[in-house]
């Protein structure tokens, strides 16, 4: 089963309007990362966040961390018709090793 | 995308025959992953390595082999034993130790008919 599972499943806005996309999780983890993918394109890294973090920015992207809920937020700021994808979290399981599990995503489509 | 080449792009093949996708990098990476992706659906591990001549079966291993003979080339084969194979197929690698990003190809989307 999915580790992680993404809310909502779709997305529709207005560009300039701000995206929020929410993932949970059930066990323990070491991080947490959260990636792109344009249709019928390869996924991109945007973002990682540690177990002991609870915020992290970069550009337009902000991303928190609730252990205690076993939750993520990640929010796009001002977005732009160019953020239409799907964005996926993933989390990288205490005693995991190299492996990540997937969330199911969140599309998001930003309107002009 | 860069560095991760995945091909073909496309593929197609009938039902029963087995098909072998590549996916090549020159990121020096050690660790490399296959996924299977459904339309609306998340990413499953099919297998993994994380050094040459060795690998683990991932989430959804059945019907499909792989092979690790070189750090750069970790091929995946469809078998006819895999009862749903129509679906993207995204190559991954991972630097370093544990718990890094990954980095993933363009995908394979390979319809079975």
């Known amino acids: ?112 | 995308d860069g560095g991760i080449t995945q091909s073909p792009k496309y593929l197609f093949r009938k039902e029963g025959q087995n098909v072998t996708l590549s996916c090549e990098q020159n990121l020096n990476h050690d660790a490399m992953y296959w996924y299977r992706q459904d339309p609306g659906q998340g990413l499953r591990l099919i297998y993994y390595s994380q050094i040459v001549n060795d690998f683990q079966k991932g989430d959804i291993a059945e019907g499909y082999s792989v092979s690790r003979e070189k750090k750069e080339s970790f091929p995946l084969t469809v078998t006819s034993a895999q009862k749903n194979p129509t679906a993207f197929y995204l190559c991954a690698t991972m630097s370093g130790g544990a718990y890094n990003e990954q980095f993933f190809g363009p995908g394979t989307r390979l319809t079975v008919l």
């Open chain 1, 1 to 112: 089963s999915q580790q992680g599972e993404e809310d909502p499943q779709a997305l529709s806005i207005q560009e300039g309007e701000n995206a929020t996309m929410n993932c949970s999780y059930k066990t323990s983890i070491n991080n947490l990362q959260w990636y792109r993918q344009n249709s019928g394109r390869g996924l991109v890294h945007l973002i990682l966040i540690r177990s002991n973090e609870r915020e992290k920015h970069s550009g337009r992207l902000r991303v928190t961390l609730d252990t205690s809920k076993k939750s993520s937020s990640l929010l796009i700021t001002a977005s732009r018709a160019a953020d239409t994808a799907s964005y996926f979290c993933a989390t990288a399981l205490t005693g995991g090793g190299n492996k990540l599990t997937f969330g199911t995503g969140t599309q998001l489509k930003v309107e002009l």
